[in-house]
């Protein structure tokens, strides 16, 4: 089984602390995402890797950034946490493929539900 | 700008009849479609999906239609079991890699 693993489920943290959300995934995948879960707004794309060292803007990284040393490891970073950023975090991991029915299906870590106060 | 459109933020049935939840999207050039399911506290997990070479995947209760020129996507559940109450997302790919997220779809069955 494909496991994702998130370092924490809750987090609470300060306006204006830096923030370190950790995740690990088991299956060599080449690609690895962060996703933020809002009510009525669904899962929105913050950054993603499709390598080590490789990086990719998606659609909300401003407050963000992204750190991805190791294959199996993506940490999503918060420079200066602010309230709007109180939110349920998901990283996923997915292979690269090149076609098919299991094309590029992302698995998902359990998330992080941070809180700024 | 919203690429993949779920306006039925809940949907709510009785247990042994069909659950439809739906999809709209805005790019013709979506090539690859999916549903999630996500329970409290836990990650979406992949349920079915289908290329756009298709137009209906079936696996098991789950049936996935695509309509590619009303670029409209259903998820049909049959029999609904109270166990597939969960918040359902659909999903596109493009650009071989990039997956795009609709809003969610809260299912209720009711025993």
């Known amino acids: 089984d494909v496991k994702v693993t998130q370092s924490s489920r809750y987090l609470v943290k300060r306006t204006g602390e830096k923030v370190f959300l950790e995740c690990v995934q088991d299956?060599?995948?080449?690609?690895m995402f962060w996703y933020r879960q809002d009510p009525g707004l669904g899962l929105r794309l913050i950054y993603f890797?499709?390598?080590?060292?490789?990086?990719e803007k998606g659609d909300i990284p401003e407050g963000y950034s992204v750190s991805r040393e190791k294959k199996e490891r993506f940490s999503l970073i918060l420079e200066s946490a602010s309230t709007n950023q109180t939110s349920m975090y998901l990283c996923?991991?997915?292979?690269?493929?090149?076609?098919?029915?299991?094309?590029?299906?992302?698995?998902f870590g359990a998330g992080t539900r941070l809180s700024v106060l | 700008d919203q690429q993949v459109k779920q306006n039925s933020p809940s949907l709510s049935v009785q247990e042994g009849r069909i659950s439809i939840l739906n999809c709209d999207y805005t790019?013709?050039?979506?090539?690859?479609f999916l549903w999630y399911k996500k329970y409290p506290a836990e990650g979406p997990t992949f349920l079915i999906s289908?290329?756009?070479?298709?137009d209906k995947n079936e696996d098991g209760r789950f049936t996935v239609f695509l309509n590619k020129s009303a670029k409209h996507l259903s998820l049909h559940i049959v029999p609904s079991q109270p166990g597939d109450s969960a918040v359902y997302f659909c999903?596109?790919?493009?650009?071989?890699?990039?997956?795009?997220f609709g809003a969610g779809t809260r299912l209720t069955v009711k025993p």
């Open positions: 890797s499709y390598d080590v060292k490789m990086k």
């Open positions: 299956m060599d995948h080449e690609n």
């Open positions: 996923a991991s997915s292979f690269v493929s090149a076609g098919g029915l299991a094309k590029n299906i992302q698995y």
């Open positions: 999903a596109v790919i493009y650009n071989n890699n990039d997956m795009r």
């Open positions: 289908i290329s756009s070479i298709k």
């Open positions: 790019n013709s050039m979506f090539d690859y």
